[in-house]
């Protein structure tokens, strides 16, 4: 099957590429291995989350969240704007395709792909002069491989596979990861009634959503640094000196870190307080497990009912992108710094991949498409007028 665009991908990144392709009259194709768009959304994310950007900063292209929307959207409310959007604009993945090789043919000049479809076993051949990798950051859950960690004896389980810790009362959970959902599963277990400890090795910041608001808002019209500035001075006043509870703050500032190396703050959600209240117990990182006890590095031990990692995830468009290195590196992300991360070589291309959530894909979707169909009206000849004018003149 030969197409002008393949989309790898039917999550917010992959959606929000079809409906700029769409803007453009670009005809094209979206594959995804799962039964259902925006899967991660819809079957893995736990009950309580919200989106931790206010709302203007968490719309996908074309359709912006109503007036009435809550400032920051829970998840089953963006689900049902997931759903609206794929309505609105008849977005048509096809499912159970998972995509095996993707390779580029010098001779026809076009991306060779191949996925497997996963209800006849078929494997299935699409051509195409463009590819869109959307197959996001979270594409592949990692768990850390810990020494005894196949002799735990009780419940282990990573963040995509929790919902709530309705089940986990009286019990004591270990919590792997202190990232947005370590923190914040962490405080979930507490509500719940767990015995709920936390790994917490590396430095990081510590903020609110209103802070991070603030911060993106006057981040248009002032440097960063001073962005960092006035964000810390009013976490120093809300929170204090986190590091005799465990919290160590980075050298960098939270919104130079999040541009440079797409590390984002951590977002309170009122796990500091009980962290600050020893009812969420910090602890280092871990050394051994020997059936449901944990070896901690500062030589304590404890048994566990239940370990949650909260490890994040990998992206694996490496496996089955052969010529990766024209937009990737070897980790599976962008070779390129930030803006020009999007853009590949051999009319290759990533949407999501930049770690600046959805107000990223909205980014990288738009500029994608007019990529593409910039290239596409050079190569027809179509090219407007005024542009060739002005490529013509020496100083403009």
């Known amino acids: 099957m030969e197409n002008m665009v393949?989309?790898?991908g039917a999550?917010?990144?992959?959606?929000?590429?079809?409906?700029?392709?769409?803007?453009?009259?670009?005809?094209?194709?979206?594959?995804?291995?799962?039964?259902?768009?925006?899967s991660l959304w819809k079957k893995r994310a736990y009950d309580r989350l919200k989106l931790h950007l206010a709302k203007e900063f968490c719309s996908l292209p074309y359709m912006p969240h109503s007036a009435d929307s809550p400032t920051y959207i829970p998840k089953d409310m963006f689900v049902e704007y997931l759903d609206e959007y794929v309505s609105t604009f008849n977005i048509q993945p096809q499912y159970h395709r998972s995509v095996e090789s993707a390779c580029y043919d010098e001779v026809d000049g076009k991306w060779r792909i191949e996925a497997r479809n996963m209800q006849s076993g078929d494997v299935e051949v699409y051509v195409a002069e463009f590819l869109v990798i959307a197959s996001g950051e979270n594409s592949a859950k990692?768990?850390?491989?810990?020494?005894?960690?196949?002799?735990?004896?009780?419940?282990m389980i990573h963040s995509n596979e929790y919902k709530?810790?309705?089940?986990?009362?009286?019990?004591?959970?270990?919590?792997?990861g202190c990232g947005n959902s370590g923190m914040e599963i962490s405080y979930d277990l507490l509500t719940f009634g767990a015995q709920t400890s936390i790994v917490i090795r590396n430095p990081f910041h510590v903020v609110s959503k209103d802070m991070v608001r603030l911060g993106m808002i006057i981040s248009k019209y002032l440097p960063l640094f001073v962005v960092d500035f006035m964000v810390l001075l009013m976490a120093n006043i809300k929170y204090g000196d986190l590091s005799k509870y465990g919290i160590r703050r980075p050298k960098e500032g939270p919104f130079y870190l999040k541009a440079t190396a797409g590390r984002a703050p951590v977002i309170d959600v009122g796990t500091v307080d009980e962290i600050k209240s020893k009812e969420i117990k910090v602890v280092p990182g871990i050394s051994s497990i020997n059936g449901k006890k944990v070896l901690f590095e500062d030589g304590a031990e404890r048994e566990f009912d239940a370990i949650v990692f909260a490890t994040g995830y990998?992206?694996?468009?490496n496996g089955w992108l052969k010529?990766?290195?024209?937009?990737?590196?070897?980790?599976?992300l962008p070779k390129n710094n930030f803006p020009h991360h999007w853009k590949?070589?051999?009319?290759?291309?990533?949407?999501?991949?930049?770690?600046?959530?959805?107000?990223?894909?909205?980014?990288?979707?738009k500029a994608i498409a007019e990529d593409i169909k910039r290239v596409i009206d050079e190569k027809n000849g179509k090219e407007k007028g005024p542009?060739?004018?002005?490529?013509l003149l020496p100083y403009c």
Do not use: Q, W
Not at 143 to 148: A, E, T
Not at 164 to 176: A, F, H, Q, R
């Open 314 to 317: 990998r992206s694996i468009a």
């Open 164 to 176: 709530s810790g309705s089940k986990y009362e009286n019990k004591d959970v270990l919590v792997v």
């Open 11 to 38: 999550g917010p990144s992959g959606l929000a590429t079809s409906v700029c392709l769409s803007a453009h009259s670009i005809p094209h194709a979206i594959l995804e291995r799962e039964d259902i768009y925006a």
């Open 323 to 332: 010529d990766y290195e024209h937009v990737l590196n070897e980790t599976g």
């Open 387 to 391: 542009r060739k004018i002005l490529s």
């Open 142 to 155: 990692y768990i850390p491989d810990l020494p005894g960690l196949d002799s735990f004896k009780g419940e």
């Open 6 to 8: 393949v989309i790898v």
């Open 344 to 365: 590949g070589e051999k009319n290759l291309y990533c949407c999501g991949l930049s770690r600046r959530g959805l107000f990223g894909v909205s980014m990288d979707a």
